[in-house]
């Protein structure tokens, strides 16, 4: 009877791989990306290395992305490759930075300090002026996911997202803001999930790809 439940148990589980989008122009410029923001070049390749690295070690189902072009470009690249359909999901979008896109991180540290209203123990709760503050966007993320882990209680699913799409992912699944860093581009992180929830993250670095 218990080799039966286990066996069962095991059926019943299916695998998140959160992707971070291969790099952006915003990200070789080191500003607060615009939304329509494209890959550059490097991103492109970079894609294309995570796919073979992840089409060796899993078997996708499907794959599902952010409809910002950089993560829907980097997941037309992957999901091609491993020959799966792509769905484009909204609210798998990056967190909207609202009045800091297209300025830099320098400029921002730089002013952030005479903000009264952020507090540096508790960023995630600060919200720039017309966006969203991370736990916002932790609450947006943490509800796309879980359709797709009732929608696909078995399989291994790819989604191709952004850097703090998958920090606050982590904050959520580990139940602290603590040790949720944003992965580098095209960085992988796999969740288990059964029907009762979701597992622990696990960054993946064998998936890594290679950085100059």
Known sequence: ?????NETQKKLMGKLI???????????QKIFAEDDSPLTEKGREQAREVAEKIAERFQLAAAVASALPRAAETARIVAARLGVPLEIVPDLHERDFGSLKG????????????????????PWLWTPQGGESMEDAKARVVGALE????????DEVLVVCHGVVMQVMWAFLTGTWEGAEIPENCGVVQVEHTEQGFGMPLLLEDCSVTRE
Do not use: C, Q
């Open 1 to 5: 009877m218990a080799a039966d439940s």
């Open 18 to 28: 959160l992707v971070r989008h291969g790099e952006s122009e915003a990200n070789r």
């Open 103 to 122: 300025k830099s991180y320098v400029d921002f540290s730089k002013w952030i300090r005479n903000d009264s209203t952020y507090d540096a123990a508790r």
């Open 147 to 154: 359709k797709l882990r009732r929608r696909h209680p078995e």
